[in-house]
T-cell receptor, first 115, second 114 residues
Framework: AQKITQTQPGMFVQEKEAVTLDCTYD???????LFWYKQPSSGEMIFLIY??????QNATEGRYSLNFQKARKSANLVISASQLGDSAMYFC????????????FGTGTRLLVSP | KAGVTQTPRYLIKTRGQQVTLSCSPI?????VSWYQQTPGQGLQFLFE???????NKGNFPGRFSGRQFSNSRSEMNVSTLELGDSALYLC?????????????FGDGTRLSIL
């Protein structure tokens, strides 16, 4: 069964510093997608970045990059040059290719960015 | 391009009532999924629809049901509401539901049961 583990309930970072949010996953599928979402206190889920299991290069989207280590089954999110607006919950999620058509989410990491 | 639209944003009901939530996906998206988010259980998958057909269902009682219309809009219905149904209900759409396609979420409907 697919499973996502986020071991950091909360992270604290100063503005302009980089921060890494951890995510490990478990799946028996060879083909899957890994996603990171941001959820501000208002509730909406904002898609940040995607990494496919067959992608050889780490995904990047602006200040977000995904450190993908397939052998370790980890997909850590790196946020460079943190901004106050980055304060939010961050969820790692996985979607298998075996036709289940659903995202499985981790428990999330609350990031607080201080001035 | 308009995002995923969920209505209403907030809803207050009492136990035993039923409720219908609505979701309009991004134009061109044919897959619509529903999730329940609670502090205790986190984000849990409810069901997914594609071209008016339910393709997958999560582990929820039969009181939770849904449907999708020919224009891809989807509704979710919860009957005989219980206190534990208080949650943020999120709808997400994607083009086809493949594993490499991100799901884009709406702002959610916050349901409170009194």
């Amino acid at each position: 069964a697919q499973k996502i583990t986020q071991t950091q309930p909360g992270m604290f970072v100063q503005e302009k510093e980089a921060v890494t949010l951890d995510c490990t996953y478990d799946t028996s599928d060879q083909s899957y997608g890994l996603f990171w979402y941001k959820q501000p206190s208002s509730g909406e889920m904002i898609f940040l970045i995607y990494q496919g299991s067959y992608d050889e290069q780490n995904a990047t989207e602006g200040r977000y990059s995904l450190n993908f280590q397939k052998a370790r089954k980890s997909a850590n999110l790196v946020i460079s040059a943190s901004q106050l607006g980055d304060s939010a919950m961050y969820f790692c999620a996985m979607r298998e290719a075996t036709g289940f058509h659903k995202l499985v989410f981790g428990t999330g990491t609350r990031l607080l960015v201080s001035p | 391009k308009a995002g995923v639209t969920q209505t209403p944003r907030y809803l207050i009901k009492t136990r035993g009532q039923q409720v219908t939530l609505s979701c309009s996906p991004i134009s061109g998206h044919r897959s619509v999924s529903w999730y329940q988010q609670t502090p205790g259980q986190g984000l849990q998958f409810l069901f997914e629809y594609f071209s008016e057909t339910q393709r997958n269902k999560g582990n929820f009682p039969g009181r939770f049901s849904g449907r999708q219309f020919s224009n891809s809009r989807s509704e979710m219905n919860v009957s005989t509401l219980e206190l534990g149904d208080s949650a943020l209900y999120l709808c997400a759409s994607s083009q086809g539901g493949d594993s490499n396609q991100p799901q884009h979420f709406g702002d959610g409907t916050r349901l409170s049961i009194l």
